[in-house]
């Protein structure tokens, strides 16, 4: 009996201590299976997926946003009666039931999408059939407020939420964040046990983009540049504008565009951004920088002869005219080949410039390589290596024989009103999420000189003159501020069969203002107008409706244009015709002075508008402008009594 008993007492000994060894080795050397039943049974990985960041103007209005959506599910094994679910479905959704009933039909598979992202109050219906086996997940939904609103700029996103085009595409890792993936633990029941609010405070969301753009000038340039498509029957328009002083794109806008809530339902020709993805032959907008650079290598002065030889010139088998026939010049001033848009003059400048420094200087202005402004998709335009034949010469001093995209020819203009700085655009402000404060640096932008402030003050007074007088862009002016620019027709090239489409027509204006004191450079093209199709009767009234708003909502105050406002610094020491020529404008500009449109404004707007006239200004009433007198349009000498209205508008 003892020697049993002993037997036993051993025997639980040894059971005993390898139930110790075996749990001290479970515990020191886990066994992989073992770690896999307890994190299921205790734990449980979820993924929270990161919120798509916004994309902003400069103002921080919304432009592209992402709000909650709601995803239906089936379980179409659970789903008794799928006649009836598949009826209910189709009043609520629309569609068909037959469609509803195919998606639900058998019993084998165990989740299927129905619908994605819907709206609350659609949720909210099918939750309230309270049927079984049909669920919801949350998803975020990207909105386009603005619609169609600078659509082609912002692109849009696909099912899976990724950037397609756009800034959307381009900034698709800022913009989409990070998915966050967190273990937490569970009770015995399943149930998880969050307590710790960090779980989402250290979700990695998307960074917003921060744009250059103004929502109020795109949409004007956008509804400008319809009603010009409207009026001469044209197939597209685009339109560029730039802030003078830090490079920025204030608007971008090609029309006629898509709905970006809806931009798979459009042609890919309708979606892309044609200020930078089409480049096409830039007309006498490019005349300006051959006189550049024959200037800025000092063979020629503004007041040199040119011989026009009667409007038109052989080129070896070819001949060189006039874009008008009734233009038939014989000798004009530099400054007057560019005022009156002279072919022929503008051929002899490039003949003395050569193609090498032309092409030197046009590479300098930014022609033939990308501008990189911060969006896909842009087009470097074709400008060949010299050398360059005589007739290929002549066609690009006059603007054909190369192509520039519309945001190359702005920049180019850019350059001349920032004294000869090439400066980088950009259409970012910032990456950044105000929440957290977390973003990224901007790169670096590209900035030179890239033609001697002298030569650009040069061409500032020359592209003033052209805008007055016999000048060809004189349809450009805004009442009470100069503007420099250039008018642009040129044939349109066809891409299919080569040479140039009959009767088809790119007409353009390139421009800034007030010329004196550049803020805004404008660049507007009209692609195929019917009818007119002279940048001057087409694109010059264009930019004069877009300048005049950018000037009252600017706050600028019209000018007298004085010696000492028109002529700078860099060429008052000149003797030259140009500047007896800029005088006689000061004169002329000086008796057009006009009132400007004050109508909607605020009383604080409209006294800035008219913070240069020195005459009484009568006020009466409260709210914002109706009527004034004098009219907008009519002359505003020094000493005009001017008398502002003002109306509250009825709720």
Not at 142 to 152: E, F, I, S, T, W
Not at 320 to 334: C, G, M, N, Q, W
């Amino acid at each position: 009996m003892k020697q049993r008993l002993s037997f036993l007492f051993i025997l639980f000994v040894l059971m005993w201590a390898g139930l110790v060894f075996r749990g001290t080795s479970l515990k020191l050397f886990p066994d992989s299976r073992l770690l896999q039943q307890k994190e299921k049974q205790f734990s449980r990985s979820i993924t929270v997926p990161a919120k798509r960041g916004s994309i902003l103007d400069r103002k921080g209005r919304e432009l592209a946003v992402s709000v909650p959506s709601y995803s239906l599910f089936a379980d179409p094994k659970i789903i008794k009666n799928k006649r009836h679910v598949a009826r209910q479905l189709k009043k609520i959704l629309g569609g068909s039931s037959q469609k509803y009933r195919k998606q639900i039909a058998g019993d084998k598979r165990r989740f299927v999408w129905i619908k994605r992202k819907l709206p609350q109050d659609l949720r909210d219906r099918v939750a309230a059939l309270k049927e079984k086996g049909l669920g919801f997940v949350e998803e975020p939904k990207r909105v386009y407020p603005n619609n169609a609103l600078m659509a082609q700029v912002l692109g849009f996103i696909g099912r899976e939420g990724h950037g397609l085009e756009g800034l959307e595409y381009k900034y698709n890792q800022d913009l989409q964040g990070k998915k966050l993936k967190q273990i937490v633990p569970r009770d015995a029941r399943g149930r998880p046990l969050v307590g710790d609010a960090r779980l989402l405070l250290d979700q990695d969301d998307g960074l917003d983009l921060t744009l250059t753009v103004d929502q109020d000038a795109q949409y004007f340039l956008e509804n400008k540049l319809m009603e010009a498509i409207d009026r001469h029957e044209a197939q597209s328009a685009v339109g560029v504008i730039l802030s003078v002083k830090d490079a920025e794109v204030i608007a971008m806008a090609s029309v006629p565009g898509a709905d970006a809530n809806q931009a798979t339902h459009y042609a890919f020709d309708m979606r892309k951004n044609r200020a930078i993805s089409d480049a096409f032959e830039p007309g006498s907008t490019m005349k300006p920088f051959i006189i550049g650079a024959a200037l800025e290598n000092q063979l020629i002065k503004p007041s040199t002869l040119i011989d026009c030889e009667g409007g038109k010139l052989r080129v070896g088998k070819r001949w060189i005219r006039e874009a008008d026939a009734s233009h038939k010049f014989d000798e004009l001033t530099v400054n007057e080949v560019l005022s009156y848009s002279s072919n022929v003059g503008s051929a002899k400048i490039g003949f003395k410039v050569g193609d090498q420094k032309a092409f030197e200087f046009f590479s300098k202005m930014g022609f033939g390589r990308k501008v990189k402004v911060g969006l896909p998709g842009e087009n470097k335009g074709i400008m060949h290596k010299p050398p360059w034949r005589k007739h290929l010469l002549s066609n690009i001093s006059f603007g054909h024989g190369l192509s520039v995209t519309p945001l190359q020819l702005a920049t180019a203009y850019l350059t001349i009103a920032n004294k000869g700085i090439y400066q980088q655009p950009t259409i970012l402000k910032s990456v950044s999420n105000k929440l957290n404060g977390k973003g990224r640096d901007l790169p670096e932008r590209e900035s030179y000189r890239a033609m001697s402030s002298e030569v650009a003050s040069m061409l500032s007074l020359m592209l003033t003159q052209a805008t007055t007088g016999r000048g060809t862009g004189k349809a450009a002016k805004v009442p009470g501020y100069p503007v420099a620019g250039k008018t642009g027709t040129a044939q349109k090239v066809d891409s299919e069969f080569g040479g140039y489409l009959k009767g088809k027509y790119i007409s353009s204006f390139a421009g800034f203002l007030p010329s004196h004191s550049p803020e805004y450079v404008i660049y507007v093209a009209v692609d195929s107008p019917e009818n007119d199709y002279y940048g001057s009767q087409v694109a010059a009234p264009l930019f004069s409706q877009i300048g005049s708003f950018l000037m009252r909502r600017s706050g600028i105050a019209p000018v007298i244009l004085s010696q000492e406002n028109v002529i700078t610094s860099e060429v008052k020491g000149q003797t030259s015709r140009l500047q007896k020529d800029i005088l006689k404008l000061q004169a002329g500009s000086a008796s057009e002075l006009k009132m400007p449109d004050l109508t909607g404004m605020s009383l604080r707007m409209a006294v800035q508008s008219l913070k240069g006239h020195s005459g009484v200004i009568k006020i009466k009433g409260s709210g914002q402008i109706s009527s004034t007198t004098p009219g907008p349009g009519e002359p505003l000498q020094a000493d005009t009594r001017v008398s502002l209205r003002l109306k509250r508008e009825s709720l």
